[in-house]
């Protein structure tokens, strides 16, 4: 498939520059995959959608402060690191702006708390880099470090935790799996309560989940590696879940990449590593049976998910619904629920 199959026209206002107050006031879009139907809701009504026994499964990776400002030591030159990866102990793979100053062996300072050298470079453009300082890394980076907000949303995000999910647990992510950025924790007890299962899975979000795709044929795109873990508890439900008939609902891309990654066979194994999976039409899923999203970019692999996961037509069908009634898009836009 082409690029250019993944495409569609947006107004620039719709590109939600805030999020909405309370969180599940947010609007939904549900689209029923077999009929083609599609119904204007709000996500406060997802519990209307689901049953008892069926199994919501989110990501509870919290996002750091991967963006760090300094200066090259020999230069003074200002120098932009932003964290993806921690490989292992002090060494992550970043990406260094501009480039052309973190050449293998450069040093760039952060204050007088925080350096590191440059080790190499990597296939994707990136760096790998090496931090040395005194005392602990994360109580650093939190003094240090900026919460990175994708480019589009240009006003200013006066309380952090807005981009966190109120679940958000692990840390490790340069970005929010915004999917989850609509529930409120009174919203997951009520659907506790009413019989839906609440697991959690674990993928870090980095490059591999915001990466341009750059080839005109789709599969020839490579997609990065990230992070994921899968626990016993959550496998136990999943497995459960599939067994019983009930439905495995996945919150955001994210959450389906890893169970994707960790299912065979529609059985969904406990375990952890890199994933570098990537879903485009075509794509036989093995674990899911709906999807709670946001709206994702044009000609992004995340868009592609979607469209693999229901008709392409149909997708882009709802998108241009959406931008008719005016919903808002990406990272603080509304959601859409396919079922």
């Known amino acids: 498939m082409l690029l250019s199959d993944f495409d569609y026209y947006l107004p620039e206002e719709l590109i939600a520059q805030y999020p909405i107050e309370p969180r599940n006031h947010s609007r939904l879009l549900v689209v029923h995959r077999q009929s083609g139907l599609m119904e204007h809701q709000h996500f406060y009504n997802l519990q209307q959608y689901l049953q008892p026994g069926d199994t919501l499964v989110f990501n509870d990776t919290r996002v750091i402060p991967a963006r760090l400002i300094g200066e090259k030591a020999d230069t003074g030159s200002k120098v932009e690191v ?69 480019p589009y949303i240009k006003e200013t995000l006066h309380d952090k935790e807005r981009y966190q999910t109120v679940y958000a647990k692990e840390k490790g992510s340069a970005a929010a799996p915004t999917a989850g950025l609509h529930f409120t924790s009174d919203m997951m007890t009520k659907l506790k309560e009413a019989g839906i299962n609440l697991a959690f899975v674990t993928l870090h979000v980095g490059l591999g989940t915001f990466r341009p795709v750059s080839v005109a044929d789709i599969s020839q795109h490579s997609m990065h590696r990230e992070y994921y873990s899968v626990s016993e508890e959550t496998a136990r439900i999943v497995n459960k879940t599939k067994a019983a008939g009930n439905r495995v609902i996945a919150v955001g891309t994210t959450a389906v990449r890893t169970l994707e990654t960790a299912g065979k066979d529609g059985v969904l194994a406990a375990q952890s590593g890199w994933t570098n999976i990537f879903i485009y039409p075509g794509y036989r899923f093995r674990i899911i049976d709906a999807l709670v999203t946001n709206f994702h970019l044009p000609k992004s692999t995340l868009l592609m998910l979607v469209s693999a996961f229901a008709n392409r037509e149909l997708i882009l069908s709802a998108y241009a619904e959406a931008v008719a009634e005016r919903y808002r898009f990406f990272s603080f836009g509304d959601a859409m629920l396919i079922i």
């Open 82 to 150: 932003f964290l993806l990866n921690r490989n292992s102990g002090d060494q992550w793979e970043c990406l260094v702006k501009p480039g052309k100053r973190a050449r293998p062996g450069a040093i760039i300072e952060f204050g007088n708390l925080l350096r590191c050298e440059v080790i190499a470079g990597t296939d994707f453009g990136g760096r790998i880099v090496r931090f040395s300082y005194d005392g602990i890394f994360e109580e650093i980076l939190d003094f240090l470090g900026e919460t990175p907000l994708p």
